[in-house]
């Protein structure tokens, strides 16, 4: 189904949200409207990828309507990041236009920077305590 995804085994994210999120989608939405969107986001797949093949156009008329770009938005973020703590944000473009944007749940990652520096402080204590025994 979709192909692109850069978190893999051993790089250290967190476990694979995707295919859970995939089957939250599938459930949520229409087939036809899930199919569209898949389509759509191997269309980016396939765009990004590094050895791009024969590029699937959404038809015209097809074009996926405000509530499915968000779909869309958010499953492209999934993707990307391996993390559910993101949020989408309507911008205003300054001729009146309408867009989205994906943002990242700040809070979210304060908390783990917060985390990481107490981890860091505390092995960084451990090595000092180590080496201070060894002298």
């Given amino acids: 189904m979709i192909g692109c995804r850069p978190s893999g085994p051993g790089d250290g994210r967190e476990s694979d949200v995707l295919g859970p999120y995939l089957e939250l989608l599938r459930a949520r939405l229409t087939g036809d409207r899930f199919e569209l969107l898949i389509r759509a986001v191997e269309t980016t797949c396939t765009l990004l990828g590094d050895d791009p093949g024969p590029v699937l156009e959404v ?16 499953l492209i973020a999934v993707m990307v990041t391996g993390h559910l703590d993101h949020h989408l944000v309507e911008v205003l473009s300054p001729d009146g236009d309408r867009g989205w944007a994906v943002v990242e749940d700040a809070r979210d990652r304060h908390a783990r920077a ?17 080496g201070s025994a060894a002298s």
Avoid at 116 to 129: F, T
């Fill in 59 to 74: 038809p015209a008329e097809s074009r996926l309507a405000p509530a499915l770009q968000r779909e869309y938005l958010s």
């Fill in 114 to 130: 917060a985390e990481r520096s107490w981890i860091d402080a505390e092995l960084d204590g451990i090595a000092r305590a180590g």
